[in-house]
């Protein structure tokens, strides 16, 4: 089946550091990845969708220019939380579709902020 | 896609009892999934039941979908603890687009 790999798995870093999330597809290509945001106790909340080649798709009411969306290739995404601060520690996740195997995850990165 | 809404929001059980949890949703879809999330963990999908089927079963999992009442049920039997986790349900009406996931309910599965 389709498999998206993710990494890092966990990551700390210092306020006002930035932070480089990434998403492979490993056999499969990916023209579309999407990224979730989750705090704890709450739901994966949908952050943006990157597209191959173009500009990514953010939702209503997250910063594009701090979480920097890179979709470069059709195997690879990658968010960028750029100046990190505490409250942006949070659990990353992604994930693409295919036809053939639907929807698949990441495993998701960790991200505290300290 | 649209958000399914789960149904309790938590629930609490014993090892070897059946958990039954719930979900709604407001707009016609074209298939419906169930995921579950164990502890700031990734995702696992467990099922998907498309629009024109009524019932799907894997292991020890089963699913209805009663799209006349745009509902959707997700059974385990004989609970183990190691079915802690979050289960959300995912209606999606249009192919490739982002699935949005609601609250989910939380499972406790306690020996």
């Known amino acids: 089946g389709a498999v998206v790999s993710q990494h890092p798995s966990r990551v700390i870093c210092k306020s006002g550091t930035s932070v480089k999330i990434e998403c492979r597809s490993l056999?499969?290509?990916?023209?579309?990845m999407f990224w979730y945001r989750q705090f704890p106790k709450q739901s994966l909340m949908l952050m943006a969708t990157s597209n191959e080649g173009s500009k990514a798709t953010y939702e209503q009411g997250v910063e594009k220019d701090k979480f920097l969306i890179n979709h470069a290739s059709l195997t690879l995404s990658t968010l960028t939380v750029t100046s990190a601060h505490p409250e942006d520690s949070s659990f990353y996740i992604c994930?693409?579709?295919?036809?053939?195997?639907?929807?698949?995850f990441g495993s998701g990165t960790r991200l505290t902020v300290v | 896609s649209q958000q399914g809404e789960e149904d309790p929001q938590a629930l609490s059980i014993q090892e070897g009892e059946n958990a039954t949890m719930n979900c709604s949703y407001k707009t016609s879809i074209n298939n419906l999934q169930w995921y579950r999330q164990n502890s700031g963990r990734g995702l696992v999908h467990l099922i998907l039941i498309r629009s024109n089927e009524r019932e799907k079963h894997s292991g020890r999992l089963r699913v209805t979908l009663d799209t006349s009442k745009k509902s959707s049920s997700l059974l385990i039997t004989a609970s183990r603890a190691a079915d802690t986790a979050s289960y959300f349900c995912v209606p999606s009406n249009q192919a490739g687009t982002a699935l949005i996931f609601g609250k989910g309910t939380t499972l406790s599965v306690s020996s």
């Open positions: 994930s693409a579709n295919t036809r053939l195997y639907g929807y698949t």
């Open positions: 056999d499969f290509q990916a023209t579309t």
